[in-house]
């Protein structure tokens, strides 16, 4: 049997990889609905199985079938973009769940093409000291018991849809397990099953229905094709017996790398040497979906792949014709990522991916059937159920192409002597190039405090009547030590301490117009409550992934410059202090470049300031208790018009010892001496709120809530870890500070000896524009990038002005403005990149400078 195919605009007839099966036991793939043939989908093998003898091998799937990764990829990720239409807004609330071993890479693609959603997969291997949060068993595998261990069990506890993704359905059994066991613990009104190919009879649709119908929740199904597999009486019997047929006679010659094994073959020649590469991965990003991947862990990826593949290109050398990126097992995903980047940046003239597995298939070397040759090896990582043989298929050389290198891909916990001597030994006869690249094996940060409840308390006639209160919490004594990641905050406990109290538990949001109404109806503080905190559509956090990959050196740079600037003027050992949430940021990478280039381990705090009523004062009596006031040097992220920069002058000027003068990674107002840059550009921790600043919310001061020996307050939005990117946009700036070097040593030295006194010019701009519009405030006029992103996150903005001619830098802004329906209007002559103006005529309140309401004209 012949069938068709289009492959980069040519037709091509091949023999269908089933027909040696269908000849031989009758059976053959129904197609039905529309998509892709079963046919160009799936091909047919035979193996040793008591429930299920015949086996879909996936071409597309990149398990069995060495296949492009472009294909691999692009078939999970279209279907993430399918879930992604089919949810909108809901989303933002999903978790993708895969099926190990062989959905591992799919579904992890699927949620790639999903957007916001954190991804987790089934596993088989236990790992000590992460708690299961459920399992379920798989009725025609050969291995079973599928564990859920993801490292913040809060992962699988929400109420958002749930999609669940595999190579195939057959009877739903697998779907129908997963969910009972997963309602029961955490019930949700929506489920989507995702998988390759539907092939489930018409009474196992109906039985998915029913079952559905039961629980009470919707069930939406999209798989890439579907239809059914015919199976004539007995073909159990004749499958097994024709398995053990071959097997006997040895023609599946099977390749065993250990000599004297029955049916096996060892290969005499001298073992070529092996390359390894210890792979740069990129800090803190897991090595798959296993305890959870994030939002933020694949943006970290997403920028280091370049650098990854060129590791592995340089490790294969010039013109390495074929290569074969061989994954392991459940290690599917990030062998794909990389044999993606691979073949993107020509590294090879063809790069194509599979898997090991340790599912036994019978190989019959006929181009009719779907596994033509197979490797058999000794398990290398200890499995839990015993060693065991694992096998790789479709590697070895049939009708003369084989591949001219083959990188086999493993985690660290999987390099051990046995992978030598196994798998890498039974590779190398067959290529002629064996690469070793190890990804780093994550380890989980199980550890999470439980904060102690304290009793409610009631608010204050002079707190916001309009807001309600609820059980505060408390984690430390008054002006105790600083709260610190992870109980508080996604960063690393060492990056920063907050001078805050912990109101994670206290509902203070409120939609934005009824937040600043209720402000201007009573005359009630910002500071008394919280905007709702702003969550990124799919297309959004694009944006901001393409925004941090082209602004990261320049952020880098930026970086490096103010904090080689405060060294060399302000202090050799100084003393970080950002005002959060904007600047701590800034000031986790200020102290990283102080490690990096210095060696230093530069304290780092973050407080409250608030517009109108000044810094935590307990926040700097608790400073002056523990540093030299003197080493203290106060972070922030950017300048608008300076209004900050006042409010600190202001406050400080009741405390002695310290610098008033604040640093800024952006100074595009000219309002501060010490700075990374005057450039209005964009810096990516603007495009986003909690999620790139530790989860941390807007600080609170609230009379009911902070008392007069107690530290300004702000909420961790632990709810949102799936999509954080606080240390990925970190990490991601950080790994280009070596490259940065050079140039940020001169700009320092050019810095040290220029004329830096502030001119305002920001200043004055604000005033003009204030005057020309008939706002008569400044305070609602928000100028530079940093700014009217905030405008537009969280207040109800009434127009953007643009520099004419303006690129990249406001893409966000232009996207976000498309979205709140905000008129983008561009202008001549403006000292900033873009401005973002709030007007009481036109919104249902504003704050002054004051931080109360400004009254309607």
């Known amino acids: 049997m012949t069938m068709t195919m289009t492959r980069k605009g040519k037709t091509i007839e091949a023999v269908w990889s089933g027909t040696w099966v269908a000849d031989r036991l009758g059976v053959s793939l129904e197609d039905s609905g529309e998509g892709p043939r079963l046919t160009e989908l799936l091909g047919l093998a035979l193996r040793r199985n008591p429930k299920r003898a015949h086996l879909l091998v996936s071409q597309v799937l990149g398990k069995h079938v060495p296949q492009s990764p472009e294909v691999v990829y692009g078939a999970g990720f279209g279907l993430g973009e399918r ?54 068993e798989e009725a025609h595998s050969h291995a079973t018991s599928h564990l859920l261990l993801p490292e913040d069990p809060r992962l699988l506890a929400g109420s958002g849809p749930l999609v669940l993704v595999d190579d195939e359905f057959s009877t739903g059994n697998t779907v129908l397990n997963t969910i009972r066991d997963l309602h029961a613990r955490h019930p949700r009104s929506h489920y989507v099953v995702v998988a390759l190919v539907d092939m489930r009879s018409a009474a196992d649709r109906d039985r998915l229905t029913a079952f559905a119908a039961e629980l009470g929740a919707r069930v939406d199904l999209i798989a890439l094709a579907s239809g059914t597999v015919s199976l004539p009486d007995g073909v159990l019997a004749k499958g097994q017996a024709l398995v053990e ?221 309009t807001l309600p209160t609820e059980p505060t919490l408390q984690t430390v004594p008054t002006l105790g030590e600083p709260l610190r990641g992870p109980a508080f905050s996604s960063y690393a406990p060492e990056d920063v301490g907050w001078l805050l109290q912990d109101f994670s538990d206290v509902e203070l949001e409120a939609p934005t117009e009824e937040r600043e109404e209720a402000i201007q109806a009573g005359g009630a503080h910002y500071a008394e409550s919280l905007p709702v905190e702003y969550q990124p559509s799919p297309q959004y956090q694009e944006l901001y992934g393409s925004a941090l990959a082209a602004s990261a050196v320049r952020v880098a740079r930026a970086v490096g410059t103010v904090t080689e600037t405060v060294l060399a003027e302000r202090s050799p050992s100084p003393v970080l202090v950002s005002l959060a949430r904007a600047g701590t940021p800034v000031g986790v990478l200020m102290r990283r470049w102080a490690r990096a280039r210095h060696g230093l381990d530069l304290p780092h705090y973050a407080v409250s300031i608030v517009r109108g009523r000044g810094i935590d004062a307990n926040a700097l009596r608790w400073l002056a208790a523990h540093h030299d006031p003197a080493d203290i040097v106060f972070v922030d992220g950017w300048t608008g018009k300076g209004a900050i920069t006042r409010e600190l002058r202001e406050a400080l000027a009741e405390f002695e010892g310290f610098d008033p003068e604040i640093v800024v990674l952006a100074d595009p107002g000219s309002c501060v001496p010490t700075y990374g840059t005057r450039e209005d550009f964009l810096i990516p921790s603007a495009c986003l709120n909690s999620t790139v600043s530790g989860l941390i ?47 940020v040593d001169e700009e320092v030295k050019e810095l040290l000896a220029a004329d830096r006194t502030p001119t ?90 004051d931080g109360k309401a400004v009254a309607s004209k």
């Open 245 to 465: 047929e071959y097997e006997k006679a040895g023609q599946d010659q099977p390749l065993r790398h250990s000599v004297g094994e029955a049916g096996g073959t060892a290969s005499a020649e001298v073992p070529r040497p092996i390359t390894r590469v210890d792979l740069d991965w990129p800090a803190e990003v897991p090595d798959g979906g296993r305890h959870g991947f994030t939002p933020a862990h694949r943006t970290a990826l997403e920028a280091a792949l370049p650098a990854l593949a060129g590791q592995l290109g340089a490790a294969l050398g010039t013109e390495p014709g074929r290569v074969l990126v061989l994954g392991n097992e459940e290690l599917m995903y990030a062998p794909l990522r990389l044999a993606k980047a691979l073949e993107e940046a020509g590294a090879a003239r063809e790069v194509r991916f599979s898997t090991t597995t340790r599912s036994p298939v019978l190989a019959v070397d006929d181009p009719g059937y779907a596994i033509r040759t197979r490797l058999v090896f000794p398990a290398h990582d200890a499995p839990a159920d015993g060693p065991g043989d694992r096998y790789a298929y479709n590697v070895r050389a049939t009708d003369g192409a084989g591949f001219d290198a083959v990188v086999a891909v493993v985690d660290s916990a999987g390099d051990t002597p046995e992978l030598h001597t196994g798998l890498l030994a039974a590779l190398a006869p067959h290529t002629g190039h064996v690469v070793l690249a190890v990804v780093p094996s994550y380890t989980p940060d199980r550890r999470e405090p439980k904060p102690i409840m304290t009793e409610p308390t009631l608010p204050t006639e002079s707190s916001a009547s």
């Open 760 to 849: 305002w010019e920001g200043w004055a701009a604000v005033e003009r524009i204030s005057e020309e519009y008939g706002i008569h405030d400044v305070n609602l006029v928000k100028p530079g990038v940093g700014e009217t992103t905030r405008v537009l996150l969280r207040r109800v903005p009434w127009k953007i002005l643009a520099q004419r001619g303006a690129g990249a830098d406001l893409d966000h802004v232009r996207l976000l403005a498309e979205q709140r329906g905000v008129p983008v209007e561009e202008v001549d002559g403006l000292p900033y990149t873009c401005v973002g103006l709030i007007h009481p005529r036109y919104t249902r309140g504003a704050t002054g400078a």
């Open 83 to 136: 879930i992604r239409e089919l949810l909108g807004e809901d989303g933002a609330a999903a978790v993708v769940l895969g099926y190990a071993e062989t959905a591992t890479g799919l579904g992890h693609c699927v949620a790639d093409g999903l957007g916001p959603a954190p991804y987790l997969h089934s596993t088989r291997r236990p790992v000590a000291g992460v708690e299961q949060a459920g399992g379920f």
């Open 697 to 743: 919310s807007r600080t609170v001061l609230r009379s009911d809530l902070v008392g007069p020996a107690d530290f300004h307050g702000a909420k961790f939005y632990r709810e949102l870890a799936g999509a954080d990117v606080s240390v990925a946009f970190v990490d991601t700036v950080a790994a280009h500070f070596d490259a940065v070097a050079d140039a």
